[in-house]
């Protein structure tokens, strides 16, 4: 089945205790990307990657890191949570061409306390 | 800044009426247009997408798209009480990046 697998799906975690969301997708899309979900402010993009080794910062990327070492993965690094941080994170996946549909992640819902 | 707006609502119809959902962009560059259903506590997932200025029907669901206006909507008819979720509208741009509007509640009232 074509998926976006996110994990863990929820965390509850303490200010500056560093942590890791990964993602992963089995649609060898080369587009993956990480957005953030806030109440009265909708999807806000994090970061991108246009394909391996290839990434570039959206448009609310502090506090976050990310990596591209291989197709199929794209983790979301928290370095140092912050309570700010709080929110529901989505990965997504696409094709570099085609309709550019995003194919979504289950979400994760990370508590900063 | 590059910006999708949409009102928040909730907006609320009763059931088996027209609804109608809207969504103005910013930026003139954009290329290709889409309309992502989510329910509460759950992943957007695609109703459907629009390139070309006019209007493009998949079954109850018909997208609108002016260009010029920068303005596109989205009508579902014969509303359905399953109908009631968060639509977000999202545009692609020549960076190949989405954007996406805050998203419009809609209630379907039976």
């Known amino acids: 089945e074509a998926q976006v697998t996110q994990n863990p799906r929820y965390l509850i975690t303490v200010t500056g205790k560093k942590l890791t969301v990964t993602c992963s997708q089995n649609m060898n899309h080369e587009y993956m990307s990480w957005y953030r979900q806030d109440p009265g402010l909708g999807l806000r993009q994090i970061y991108y990657s246009m394909n391996v080794e290839v990434t570039d910062k959206g448009d609310v990327p502090e506090g976050y890191k990310v990596s591209r070492k291989e197709k199929r993965n794209f983790p979301l690094i928290l370095e140092s949570p912050s309570p700010n941080q709080t929110s529901l994170y989505f990965c997504?996946?696409?094709?570099?061409?085609?309709?550019?549909?995003?194919?979504f992640g289950e979400g994760s819902r990370l508590t900063v306390l | 800044q590059k910006e999708v707006e949409q009102n928040s609502g909730p907006l609320s119809v009763p059931e088996g009426a027209i609804a109608s959902l809207n969504c103005t962009y910013s930026d003139r560059g954009s290329q290709s247009f889409f309309w992502y259903r989510q329910y509460s506590g759950k992943s957007p997932e695609l109703i459907m997408f629009?390139?070309?200025?006019g209007d493009k029907e998949d079954g109850r669901f018909t997208a609108q798209l002016n260009k010029a206006s920068q303005y596109v909507s989205l009508l579902i008819r014969d509303s359905q009480p399953s109908d009631s979720a968060t639509y977000l509208c999202?545009?692609?741009?020549?960076?190949?990046?989405?954007?996406f509007g805050p998203g419009t509640r809609l209630s379907v009232l039976p």
């Open positions: 629009i390139y070309s200025n």
């Open positions: 999202a545009v692609k741009n020549y960076g190949q990046n989405f954007v």
């Open positions: 997504a996946s696409r094709l570099a061409g085609g309709t550019g549909e995003l194919f």
